[in-house]
């Protein structure tokens, strides 16, 4: 009987796999660095090769590392860094240009211009997304109008193009599809009817053509011969969907935020759609089909990579995991301020023309204020994008289900519930992305019955508990705001 589930995680500094037994434990994982590209400021590319081979290699050194093969496996899921695109030459196989990845900044003309003509309202609607360059459809525009050939191979039907997981289904099952999840990301998707929007298509002089199937999140992808011997593929979602799923919030009200390299927040709104009027964008959850739950969801660009910043751009740190260590030698930030807006601010702001800002230095201001500063600001940016899911929604968040690499830090976390009055958890298993997808495939292929027997499952490690009196987060808020509009350029 196949008793293991392997996960792929194709995230944006790393590709890791991890291996599930059926009691979800994680029995092996294996990871591998992803190389940044920056060609010029605010652009961020990856290769998709290096992707692609890092994948490969983790695969099968998480199945060697757990003493199995494949046919112990009894499915497949991945899950992946969202908004990225690649496109490729459909009978060469090889892409014709860099993936540019979710964090580039390049199209941001482009998105300003389509606020100018007033076609951010009518895009939104449809796709329940900002006209931001975060997104994927002026990606795909920018390669097809800047990239030799690239538009003539779409129009001789030689071009494919999709999200990280399309390009990886295709490799691995030759099949051109991707799941609801990661299409809802694109700004190319009617979210209402589950489907491509000829509208957008037109808008953004997309050709159809060029786009996978979309599928529901769990299911049949394919099967692929990667590990020696046929295994299905059978979840596909989003990082952010899958970690939803990772930490069981499937309940109408239930509330995550993944501290990756970003922040990412989502509430489960069931099958309330709703319209956000503070910055928030509609977005679709992991399904069995065709008809998710919707959810909302706030994106926060720089979390993580606050503390790549400290150790490569700063030089004030050695080791990044020493930030937490570091910023409890003062007993707070002496004022002091950081809002890291290196690519813009995400939501609920949306000003991709904001720039990093440290205010509040005074002669006394010391390396240990800054890197104390450098750690409260991620929970900040995730305390703007709660409440405004809180006003959105009318519902008051009691408890945030945390994950991600950041969260193992304590001193974020423990910050956080502080400045949000709120309980913050953190799971057992950490890796509640790869978890989610591994859910995913096992529901699909049999292994799990469903959600309940995955509710089991999942285990909580540690409840960080409110311990900030309410004049002093009063007081913090409100120079974190101060610090906000002086960021705006």
Known sequence: MKKYILALDQGTTSARAVVYDKSGNLSAMCSQAIKQIYPQGGWVEHDPEDIWLACVNCARGAVEKAGIGAEDIAAIGITNQRETVVMWDKDTGKPVYNAIVWQCRRTSGMCESIKEEGLEEYIYDRTGLKADPYFSATKLRWILDNVPRARKLAESGRLLAGTVDCFLLWRLTGRHCTDITNASRTMLFDIHNKRWSEELLRLFAIPRAVLPEVLPSGGEFG???????????????????????????????????????????????????????????????????????????????????????????????????????????????????????????????????????????????????????????????????????????GIKIKKLYADGG????????????????????????????????????????????????????????????????????????????????????
């Open 406 to 489: 950041l969260s193992r830090d304590d001193f974020i976390m423990q910050f956080q519930a502080d400045i949000a009055g709120i309980t913050v958890e953190r799971p057992r298993i950490l890796e509640s992305t790869s978890l989610g997808a591994a859910f995913l495939a096992g529901i699909a292929c049999g292994m799990w019955s469903g959600f309940d027997e995955c509710r089991k499952i999942k285990q909580s490690e540690r409840v960080f508990l409110p311990a900030m009196d309410k004049k002093t987060r009063s007081e913090l808020i409100l120079g974190w705001e101060h610090s906000i509009r002086a960021c705006n350029i």
């Open 223 to 393: 099967v692929t011969n990667l590990l020696g011997a046929p295994v299905p593929v059978c979840g596909v979602a989003g990082d952010q969907q899958a970690a939803m799923l990772g930490l069981m919030c499937t309940e109408y009200g239930d509330s995550k935020c993944t501290y990756g390299t970003g922040c990412f927040m989502l509430m489960n709104t069931g099958r309330r759609n709703i319209v956000s009027k503070r910055g928030l964008v509609t977005t679709l959850a992991a399904s069995f089909d065709i008809s998710p739950d919707y959810a909302l969801e706030g994106s926060m660009f720089s979390a993580g990579a606050v503390h790549g910043w400290l150790k490569e751009g700063m030089g004030l740190i050695e080791n990044e995991s020493d930030c937490a260590d570091i910023a409890r030698k003062v007993k707070n930030t002496g004022g002091v301020y950081l809002v890291p807006a290196f690519v813009g601010l995400g939501a609920p702001h949306w000003n991709s023309r904001a720039r990093g800002t440290i205010t509040g230095i005074t002669r006394a201001t010391t390396r240990e204020h800054v890197i104390r500063a450098a750690e409260e600001c991620v929970a900040y940016q995730v305390l703007d994008v709660l409440r405004a899911v809180q006003a959105d929604t």
